[in-house]
């Protein structure tokens, strides 16, 4: 992932969803590493393939524990957040 400022551009793989093909998709994520902020993209695919690019801009600063929680979707873990960060 590539930043500068506010903006962000990443490669990655996203596989095909076989919904009409869409060309262009709002996204989403969460960075678990300082500065902790969530981002909103536009993921451009071409129809058929599995490479992605998405381009979008980072929100504001969020909390440690809020952004990890946030990253795992809040899906229920049998672990606490502070000890995920301990590892």
Avoid: H
Avoid at 2 to 11: D, H, L, N, P, T
Avoid at 36 to 63: E, H, N, S, T
């Amino acid at each position: 992932m590539k930043s500068i400022g506010i903006f962000y551009a990443q490669r990655m793989k996203y596989p095909p969803k076989f919904k009409k093909f869409p060309l262009v998709e709002v996204g989403w994520t969460t960075e678990t590493e300082e500065p902790y902020r969530k981002g909103y993209c536009i993921v451009f695919k071409a129809p058929f393939m599995i490479q992605a690019l998405a381009l979008g801009i980072w929100g504001k600063q969020q909390d440690e524990v809020d952004a990890l929680v946030k990253a795992i979707n809040g899906r229920t873990l049998e672990v606490s957040p502070e000890d995920i960060m301990e590892w």
